[in-house]
């Protein structure tokens, strides 16, 4: 008797039983450095007939805000929590890079797992590698397909000569089954990574909520794309921007399939479908975020508004826009209050949240915030070579908050500013402020305004860079085309007062390591042992 009653109270800690029947299936899809304006329903030309409709008849999110590069973002999405609070300010997570979620982070799939739900990653992780503790099944996955760093080759699935494409999963006994996937070589990841996700939801049986984080890495460059697919689905655009397009029109026929297996399957009633952008378009890539300033690494809207909507049955109202704010770190506090995950003490403690529940808002039209930090980046809280070279840079380009001063060099060391809004109101201040330009409909360079850089000689192409204070009204400038802080000398004070509360809570950055050890016989493995 002593041995079934130690069986069923060991059963119910992994296989937790929630009061509540009605937890809703979520599927997270994010694309990687795609327009705000790429879709057909923003009048683009690119062939995106699903995400078109998923959005046409549920709730497209026009204000919401993610970080302007990937590691950053995608470690708000697992934590809800600001990069601030994570480490995540300092910017992309490299591939040697010694450096990770905290393992003392509960990630979304981790709360999810512990309220019942079956839960799988597909596509790009970018959140930590360097241990295996810090791979995605060590963080509450069931099962991962994908690669663990930041981009790969399409087809080759090599980063640096090292194959990063995997599947994942842990035994009976807890250990981690790591199989590479080699034999994939020549197949393209965009189609495996879709293919997958439906392969997931066909076989799915049991009674147990599912969850289904799917990161694509499309279109995020190199732009590799089959050349049928470019015939296919990008004939009627412009010839260097048609690899681009049919990197999303691919992705878009993958949504379609998924979408039409929880369908067939009868899931699709009881589940929340959200699809969103790490980031803007990267202007190299040749996404547009018309009508929005800036694009990838800027924290102007370009860079952080992310396209973004909801499709879900579950929404008492849908077919509309919803211009309320939301962050990416709300999902977290969302999913979490559908999941009826009450925070009892667990064998882990939630660490303090920064996101909000905004199913209130997406359903029902209800504000739930009024302020998000885009952003906090100060030198001095991290001790690398790259906090003692912003710090110099720092006095070299001092803020004054009364002139804006640009430096046309691609020092970014600086990294020292404060980027926050208040319902209309945003301010950016600091130096190395990226203050890139407009890019047309047409996402072609000969359409984009206000640069300072020849696309053909650099790689890297941003605005000069700035110091000083920005203010913009959102409301009347969407645009941002005016900076009005000379003018509301009041609102600027009273967005500056909020940054020393923020610093007070900031993570501090050690001396990140890097290693030569990060491959093994060419494949990208973990290296360091806890």
Not at 58 to 82: D, F, K, Q
Not at 385 to 400: F, L, M, Q, T, V
Request: some cysteine; proline content about 5%.
């Amino acid at each position: 008797m002593l041995q079934l009653i130690s069986f069923l109270l060991a059963f119910l800690f992994l296989f937790p039983v929630d009061a509540n029947t009605n937890q809703p299936n979520i599927v997270v899809i994010v694309a990687d450095d795609m327009g705000y304006h790429d879709v057909g329903f923003r009048g683009s030309p690119i062939l995106t007939p699903n995400l078109d409709r998923l959005a046409k008849t549920g709730v497209v999110l026009e204000n919401h805000i993610v970080s302007s590069i990937c590691s950053p973002s995608r470690a708000t999405l697992m934590t809800g929590r600001y990069p601030i609070h994570t480490g995540f300010w300092k910017g992309n997570l490299k591939p040697r890079q010694e450096y990770g979620l905290g393992l003392d982070e509960t990630l979304l799939p981790e709360m999810l797992q512990r309220k019942g739900y079956t839960t799988h990653g597909v596509g790009k992780w970018h959140c930590g590698m360097y241990t295996w503790q810090h791979t995605p099944v060590c963080r509450g996955f069931d099962t991962f397909f994908g690669l663990f760093l930041g981009e790969q080759g399409y087809f080759t699935h090599e980063e640096d000569g090292g194959v990063d494409f995997r599947e994942d999963y842990l035994d009976e006994d807890g250990n981690i089954v790591d199989k590479v996937r080699k034999d994939l070589r020549g197949q393209y990841n965009t189609d495996l990574f879709s293919s997958r996700s439906v392969e997931l939801i066909s076989n799915h049986t049991s009674n147990r909520p599912f969850f289904l984080y799917l990161a694509y890495t499309a279109p995020h460059i190199p732009m590799d794309v089959p050349e049928e697919y470019v015939t296919k689905y990008a004939s009627h655009i412009p010839d260097e921007r048609k690899r681009y397009a049919a990197m999303v029109s691919t992705m878009d026929d993958g949504i379609g399939r998924i979408v039409d297996a929880l369908v067939k399957l009868g899931m699709m009633e009881n589940t929340i479908l959200v699809f969103t952008s790490d980031n803007g378009a990267y202007y190299e890539a040749h996404g547009s975020n018309f009508p929005l300033r800036g694009g990838k690494s800027s924290f102007l809207e370009g860079g952080v508004k992310a396209l973004t909507f909801v499709h879900s049955p579950l929404l008492k109202n849908s077919g509309y826009t919803n211009t309320n704010l939301h962050h990416l770190s709300d999902w977290y506090t969302t999913f979490q209050v559908m999941a009826g995950d009450d925070k009892i003490p667990n064998q882990k403690p939630q660490l303090p949240l920064d996101g909000v529940n905004i199913w209130p808002s997406i359903s029902e039209g209800q504000s739930c915030r009024e302020e998000i930090l885009y952003e906090l980046r100060d030198p001095t809280k991290r001790d690398d070579d790259r906090g003692a070279k912003g710090r110099h840079d720092s006095e070299k380009y001092p803020i004054n908050e009364n002139m804006v001063s640009y430096r046309d060099d691609k020092s970014r060391y600086a990294q020292d500013f404060f980027v926050i809004r208040r319902r209309n109101w945003k301010l950016m201040t600091g130096t190395s402020l990226e203050m890139q330009g407009w890019s047309g409909k047409s996402g072609m360079h000969d359409d984009y305004k206000g640069f300072t850089c020849d696309f053909k000689d650099r790689y890297d192409c941003h605005h000069a860079l700035a110091s000083g204070t920005f203010l913009f009204d959102l409301d009347v400038d969407p645009r941002e085309e005016n900076n009005v802080a000379e003018h509301h000398p009041h609102i600027v004070e009273e967005l500056m007062g909020r940054k020393q509360d923020f610093l007070k809570g900031i993570k501090l950055v050690g001396n990140l390591k890097g290693t030569k050890k990060a491959k093994l016989n060419g494949v990208w493995t973990p290296w360091v042992e806890l």
